[in-house]
């Protein structure tokens, strides 16, 4: 499902560009630049806002809602690489290398989004260091992300996956750790490369176990570290329970 549910209109304030982490650090001058150029754009849930394989226009950044990126093969299974929320950006990697999209990005709740056309974009590159640090630095932190994913796929079995997970989600909040995004278990599947049966075992054991508790529909996590066992090996009735 493709909707657009409203017509772009122009011009972000400086205040919003102010409060968006791509733009820190760059002066009033160059933001101006910026408003000048980019857009706003709302879509619906379920939109795909950038599909794999497309050729590159614009750059997005999530002003407000949530999007994934994931990869599909012919079969229609998924794998989610991330979850993008307010403040962050997506649609940058085939601006700067040319390159056809590396992933869809698809709006999981409506989306106000701030559009740069290629051309804008790059121009506000070259002629703003700040800018091309920030966008270096996410690029770096994703890098790194994607690592400690390898790593997990590698070296932990699905319980200390789905742990590992549930602690990279989790937020500060007044001390304790609290998931506040709505996770599914289709996701956290689609995430970690599980089956959903598998996703909801463990987290039932998890659970069980008074490792985390739902509240509010929101995940708490009561335990500082959620063992993910020594090696990443499944704990012993986590073990019994996948086997039954
Ligand atoms: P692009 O390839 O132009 O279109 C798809 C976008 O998804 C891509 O740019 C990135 O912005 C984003 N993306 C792809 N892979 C990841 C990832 N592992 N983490 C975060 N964002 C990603």
Redesign the pocket.
């Known amino acids: 499902m493709n909707v657009q549910i409203e017509q772009p209109r122009r011009g972000p304030s400086l205040i919003l560009l102010h409060s968006i982490p791509m733009f820190a650090g760059v002066p009033d001058s160059q933001l101006e630049q910026i408003a000048k150029v980019a857009f706003h754009r709302r879509v619906a849930r379920q939109t795909v806002i950038?599909r794999?394989g497309?050729s590159?226009d614009s750059?997005?950044v999530l002003i407000s809602g949530s999007a994934k990126?994931l990869?599909s093969d012919d079969e229609g299974r998924e794998v989610i690489?991330?979850l993008?929320g307010p403040g962050?950006?997506?649609?940058?990697?085939?601006?700067?290398d040319g390159?056809?999209?590396?992933?869809?990005?698809m709006a999981t709740e409506t989306c106000e989004l701030l559009v740069i056309t290629k051309n804008d974009f790059k121009r506000c590159l070259t002629e703003n260091f700040d800018l091309c640090l920030n966008i270096m630095k996410s690029l770096v932190q994703?890098?790194r992300?994607?690592d400690r994913?390898i790593e997990s796929l590698a070296l932990m079995d699905v319980y200390g996956r789905v742990a590992k997970l549930l602690l990279d989600f989790s937020e500060n909040e007044r001390g304790a750790r609290v998931i506040k995004r709505r996770l599914t278990k289709q996701d956290i599947a689609k995430m970690i490369g599980a089956s959903r049966e598998m996703v909801s075992r463990v987290m039932k054991d998890l659970e069980n176990r008074g490792y985390f508790k739902v509240e509010d529909g929101r995940i708490v996590i009561l335990e500082k570290r959620i063992p993910t066992a020594p090696g990443g090996q499944f704990p012993a009735s986590a073990a019994a329970t996948e086997a039954s």
Do not use: Q
């Open positions: 950038v794999a497309d590159t750059l997005y990126v990869n690489l991330t993008l962050e950006f997506f649609g940058e990697m085939g601006l700067i390159s056809p999209r590396s992933a869809d990005v994703r890098l992300e994607a994913n």
